[in-house]
């Protein structure tokens, strides 16, 4: 996909231009706990407490990235290799793009490559109430991977509709909104006027879909590097 391509020639360009290409840089791979990852929040009903997914973090010369995947393990491999890498299932991208993540906030490039912790996802989304009034008005929004706190401020303010891919949560009710199947995406575009989508679309190879003549909002600290490469629009305020 031409995206990967810009992402891995991006990270080729990085290495050329900062001289690590010959360097024996070693990336450090693995997955988060739920605690390491979103703290002791006093809601439990995150995606990263309740569900089969989790955040990958890549460390880089004591600088960390993260991504968010449904296929995550143990990595230890020289950045070279990482930056050459057949990106051909989750768990491959959750290290390239986690690795991006770090290399590009090392070198200053990008700023918030760590998710938040404890009560901060209630904030960022109460902040992100303000963010799309401010930008958009009053706009009808197709909300694309389930974060909870998110629907809970929305829906006081704008209409909602949500999809998402675990089926533990596919017709059931959050705050007022029944959450629909994946199937339902296309039908929701259409009718948004926009689209707020989860940054691991990165990661599941989903991103093209939402590549659209609308404004599109990728949310979360997984696509903090490749925003900046492809000039999209993202949004994590309490991400560090």
């Not at 793009?97 to 938040?116: P, Q, W």
């Not at 909104?177 to 929701?188: C, D, F, G, N």
Request: charged content about 25%.
């Amino acid at each position: 996909m031409k995206i990967y391509d810009s992402l891995k020639k991006t990270m080729a360009d990085l290495m050329r231009d900062s001289h690590l290409e010959s360097d024996e840089v070693i990336i450090k791979a693995r997955p988060l706990t739920p605690d390491e990852a979103i703290g002791n929040p006093e809601d439990k009903d995150y995606p990263l407490i309740t569900g089969r997914e989790r955040m990958m973090q890549a460390e880089f010369r004591n600088t960390f990235g993260q991504a968010y995947t449904d296929m995550y393990g143990n990595y230890t491999g020289k950045l070279i290799d990482i930056a050459q890498m057949e990106l051909k299932n989750n768990f491959r991208r959750a290290i390239f793009i986690s690795t991006l993540n770090a290399v590009m906030r090392h070198l200053g490039l990008i700023e918030k490559t760590i998710h938040c912790k404890d009560n901060e996802p209630r904030e960022c989304s109460s902040k992100l109430v303000e963010y799309i009034s401010d930008k958009y008005g009053h706009p009808g929004i197709a909300m694309v991977g389930l974060q909870p706190r998110m629907v809970e401020s929305l829906v006081k303010s704008f209409e909602i509709k949500v999809t998402d891919m675990d089926s533990a949560n596919i017709n059931s009710e959050k705050f007022g909104v029944v959450i629909q199947s994946p199937e339902k995406t296309r039908e929701h575009l259409d009718w948004c006027d926009i689209a707020l989508v989860t940054g691991s679309t990165i990661v599941n190879e989903t991103i093209n879909d939402f590549m659209i003549n609308k404004p599109v909002i990728f949310y979360g600290v997984t696509i903090s590097g490749a925003a900046k490469v492809l000039g999209l629009e993202d949004y994590c305020y309490c991400g560090k």
